[in-house]
């Protein structure tokens, strides 16, 4: 599948591990794919990034992950959905971080690592890579580019895909910004 990525799909995924090894963390996850996303400059995802507003938006984007990633990965719908039976789950993470210390929820960081010394790709994270090989194949392309990548963010369950569509980065956002009104009809949202 790597030999079908452009040269700047490949530099997102190299950026991805090196925001996995700069926080520590044990697996480069969706996360580091996003930011590593919006690092890239000149193409077509940079310019779908621009366009919505995200770029500027950035500080805004890390602090919802961050926030994200102490309620232990928690959607922010998965919060609504414990508030709706009585459970403040902002008020349990307080209390294990008062009890284990900040950011005792975040889960995998200075995991295991591969022999190599690099972060390996958690499942959710192969699986964006998968996806978008399926939406590149969807639309016709013979490569898979940032957009493509930025796309499978998007239209993967996740807090990930959350937080961009609290940001007004939706599947439909993005590909509309990526191809126009006309190119929503090309592209078969791949599942």
């Keep these: 599948m790597f030999e079908r990525f452009t040269k700047g799909a490949r530099a997102t995924v190299t950026g991805a591990v090196a925001h996995a090894e700069r926080a520590d963390a044990?697996?480069?996850?969706?996360?580091?794919?996003?930011?590593?996303l919006l690092d890239q400059e000149g193409s077509r995802?940079?310019?779908?990034?621009?366009?919505?507003?995200?770029?500027?938006?950035?500080?805004?984007?890390?602090?919802?992950?961050?926030?994200?990633?102490?309620?232990?990965?928690?959607?922010r719908a998965d919060a609504d959905?414990?508030?709706?039976?009585?459970?403040?789950?902002?008020?349990?993470?307080?209390?294990?971080?008062?009890?284990?210390?900040?950011?005792?929820?975040?889960?995998?960081?200075?995991?295991?690592?591969?022999?190599?010394?690099?972060?390996?790709?958690?499942?959710?994270?192969k699986k964006i890579l998968e996806r978008s090989l399926r939406i590149a194949l969807g639309r016709g392309d013979r490569f898979i580019g940032e957009e493509h990548l930025l796309l499978a963010l998007t239209a993967s369950p996740g807090v990930v895909a959350d937080v961009l569509a609290e940001h007004g980065a939706t599947y439909e956002t993005v590909n509309r910004a990526l191809y126009g009104e006309g190119g929503e009809g090309q592209d078969r949202k791949a599942g």
């Design 45 to 75: 995802a940079s310019f779908a990034v621009a366009a919505l507003g995200l770029a500027d938006r950035r500080a805004s984007v890390e602090a919802a992950l961050f926030e994200a990633r102490r309620r232990g990965g928690m959607t």
């Design 26 to 36: 044990g697996s480069v996850t969706e996360e580091h794919l996003l930011l590593a």
């Design 81 to 125: 959905a414990l508030a709706d039976i009585g459970i403040d789950l902002t008020a349990i993470v307080s209390r294990v971080e008062e009890t284990h210390g900040e950011g005792a929820l975040w889960g995998d960081r200075k995991g295991r690592r591969r022999w190599s010394g690099s972060p390996g790709f958690t499942r959710e994270a």
